[in-house]
């Protein structure tokens, strides 16, 4: 009987999210509805130290490709040497 009523809560939670999503606004009292308000403010750059913003934010992204792209080779090869050694 338990099993029944939490599927059936878990169904009626799914169709009232796929309605929220489908209309593209939540309810204020919805779980998934935050509004916060945060007034930002950043600096006025200069032309050269705009430029030296972008690069260094290209040299991070690069990095970070870079690490991954090695990462997921060291992966393949592991899984191929553990596949061939199963086999």
């Known amino acids: ?27 204020r009292n919805s779980k998934l509805y935050r509004l916060k308000t ?8 200069s032309e050269p130290e705009l430029i030296q913003l972008k690069k260094s934010i290209r040299e991070k992204i690069q990095s970070r490709k870079r ?10 090869l592991t899984l191929l040497i553990v596949f061939y050694y199963s086999i």
Do not use: A, P, T
């Open 38 to 45: 945060n007034n930002l403010e950043f600096q006025n750059l």
């Open 1 to 27: 009987m338990n099993g029944s009523l939490g599927h059936f809560k878990g169904i009626i939670d799914r169709r009232k999210q796929r309605l929220e999503k489908k209309n593209g606004k939540f309810e």
């Open 67 to 76: 690490k991954e792209l090695i990462f997921l080779i060291f992966v393949i």
